[in-house]
């Protein structure tokens, strides 16, 4: 596939709808789709604006967040942007009205056949599928030492209502004795060629061993059991280039944008 045919593939089959399975409410406003999730998280998402004129997006942003300020349980919103997309002025209307941008990511696209290969994990670490309360929580908790937050149990309750409203979802955990030093998530998306590998996070001191990359294989090999032929991420700057050397491409970037109550 081309990059191109890559793009059409994101763009027709993993934008809007593909993104918020799960979600315990959805509202249109517009070209937005506002996802409600368990355990008070707020996600915003939209496809192509075409030629919407800046001023409606201003008032988008506007709309979309005073719809989350009347759900008191609504903690935290998450909007979802791309770098390829038309939106003129969304950057200052999100800023203005108190989002904060995140680190840009890689929109990363690939053949699951490409990633499913054998890597040899370093002594003592092995790699398992998590499906007990208990470890979820425990890998929550890493998950948001890694990302530099505090243990949340907001967080590890969202991603046990995920997992039970979402039975393909898939958990695994790299562990060195009773500690998780690795973890990440395989989301097959209903009804396309696509699985997501999602939440990939390594403590600091165990990075650079292959811990991570033996991660996406296994996911890789066991999205190629459930029929899906694509994988696709969103990458940070640690783990772009690993995929990368296994054929997955670039396709665009992505940009969160967080507002917190």
């Known amino acids: 596939m081309t990059l191109s045919q890559h793009l059409t593939a994101y763009e027709n089959q993993l934008r809007t709808d593909a993104e918020i399975t799960g979600a315990t409410a959805v509202v249109r406003l517009g070209p937005l789709w506002l996802a409600t999730f368990d355990g008070g998280m707020g996600f915003i998402t939209h496809g192509a604006f075409e030629d919407a004129e800046e001023s409606a997006i201003r008032a988008w942003v506007v709309e979309a967040l005073a719809h989350y300020r009347r759900d008191p ?9 791309r770098g390829h997309d038309h939106a003129p002025g969304l950057h200052d209307a ?4 108190g989002f904060e941008p995140d680190e840009p990511e890689a929109i990363m696209i690939g053949a699951a056949a490409a990633l499913a290969v054998d ?15 208990a470890d979820i929580r425990a890998m929550s908790a890493m998950q948001d030492e890694v990302f530099g937050d505090p243990a949340s149990n907001n967080n590890a309750e969202s991603l046990l209502s995920r997992v039970r ?3 393909d ?7 060195h004795g009773d500690t998780i030093v690795s973890a ?11 699985a997501g590998i999602w939440g990939g996070s390594t403590l600091p001191q165990w990075r650079g061993q292959g811990i991570y990359r033996a991660l996406t294989a296994a996911r890789a090999r066991s999205a190629l059991k459930l029929g899906k032929t694509l994988i696709h991420s969103d990458s940070t700057e640690y783990s772009r280039p690993i995929l990368e050397r296994y054929g997955l491409v670039r396709v665009s970037t992505t940009t969160p944008y967080r507002w917190r109550r």
Not at 73 to 81: I, L
Not at 169 to 175: G, Q, R
Not at 184 to 194: K, N, Q, S
Request: hydrophobic letters at 40%; aromatic letters at 6%.
């Open 165 to 167: 409203k979402s039975p």
């Open 73 to 81: 349980a609504v903690t935290r919103v998450e909007w979802k942007t």
């Open 169 to 175: 979802m898939e958990l695994w955990i790299a562990e």
């Open 119 to 133: 890597v040899q994990l370093p002594p003592g670490v092995h790699l398992r599928k998590v499906t007990e309360e």
């Open 94 to 97: 999100l800023v203005r009205n």
């Open 184 to 194: 990440g998530r395989l989301e097959p998306v209903a009804g396309t060629d696509f």
